[in-house]
C-alpha cells in the first residue's frame, strides 16, 4: 500500500468462483483449481488494472530504486504483474491443493449486511476442505504470505545508487527486508478481505441494476 518509500500497492482481483446457495458440490481437481487461477489472473481486465497499480506507485515513488520515467514504469508494471500472478497461483491453485482445500467462495445471502459482511469477512480465515468440512484457511493465509516473500525477496529492487539533481549519487536502500515482506502480506490480506465484501454483495448489486436496466427499457416498449 502507499504510504512509505518501501511500500508497494499490491492488489489482486479474485481468483476463485463465487457460487450460490450450492450446499454440496464434489471436490476440484488439483488441474481444475490450477485452470480457474490461470483463466482469471490472465483475464484481459488485468492488464489495464496492472498498469493502474503501477502508475500510482509510480506518482507515489514506491520502490524508488527504480527510479522514474518510462523504464521505470515498466519495471513497476512488470514487478506488479508478478506479484499478482505469485499471489493468485500460491492462494488458488498450489496451498489449496496441496492442503485440499476449497478455493471457491460460497455466498451466504442469509440476513442482514452486517451478518452477510461478517461471514464474508470469516472466510479469510475460515474455508471447506474438499471433503466439505469447514476448516481453517491455511491457503489464504500460507498462500499470501508465501507471495509476499517470493516476490519481495525475489525480484524487487535491491539497494542501488541513482543520480538525481540534488545528488548525483544517492544510496537508495533495498526493498528486500522483513519488514517490507510483512507490509505486503498485511496489504494483501486488507484487500483481499474486501475483494471477498464484494464477492458476497455483487450478485445484489448486479441484480439490482439489472432491474433499474430493464424497467426503463420496458417503459419503452409500452410508449
Do not use: C
Not at 7 to 22: E, I, K, S, V
Not at 109 to 125: I, L
Not at 134 to 158: D, L, V
Request: proline share 5%.
Amino acid at each position: 500500500m502507499a504510504g512509505t518509500s518501501n511500500d508497494r500497492l499490491f492488489y489482486t482481483l479474485p481468483n476463485f468462483l463465487t457460487l450460490q446457495g450450492a450446499q454440496h458440490l464434489p471436490p476440484m481437481r488439483a488441474k481444475d483449481k490450477f485452470k480457474v487461477v490461470a483463466r482469471s489472473t490472465f483475464d484481459y481486465v488485468e492488464y489495464p488494472w496492472w498498469g493502474l497499480l503501477a502508475a500510482i506507485n509510480q506518482a507515489d515513488n514506491n520502490e524508488p530504486a527504480f527510479g522514474q520515467g518510462w523504464a521505470a514504469y515498466g519495471k513497476r508494471y512488470a514487478t506488479t504483474a508478478g506479484d499478482s500472478m505469485v499471489e493468485n497461483f500460491m492462494v488458488g491453485a498450489v496451498f489449496s491443493s496441496t492442503l485440499r482445500q476449497d478455493p471457491r467462495f460460497y455466498q451466504s445471502d442469509k440476513g442482514g449486511f452486517m451478518r452477510r459482511a461478517g461471514y464474508a469477512a470469516s472466510r479469510m480465515v475460515v474455508t471447506r476442505g474438499d471433503s466439505g468440512h469447514t476448516q481453517f484457511n491455511f491457503s489464504e493465509i500460507f498462500g499470501s504470505a508465501t507471495a509476499a516473500a517470493i516476490s519481495t525477496y525475489g525480484y524487487h529492487p535491491r539497494s542501488t545508487f541513482l543520480s538525481t539533481p540534488t545528488n548525483p549519487h544517492m544510496f537508495v536502500p533495498s526493498d528486500r527486508t522483513l519488514s517490507n515482506a510483512a507490509r505486503v502480506w498485511r496489504s494483501q490480506l486488507t484487500l483481499d478481505t474486501i475483494t471477498i465484501m464484494i464477492k458476497e454483495f455483487w450478485p445484489d448489486i448486479h441484480r439490482k441494476l439489472s432491474r433499474k436496466t430493464i424497467e426503463p427499457k420496458a417503459a419503452l416498449d409500452r410508449d
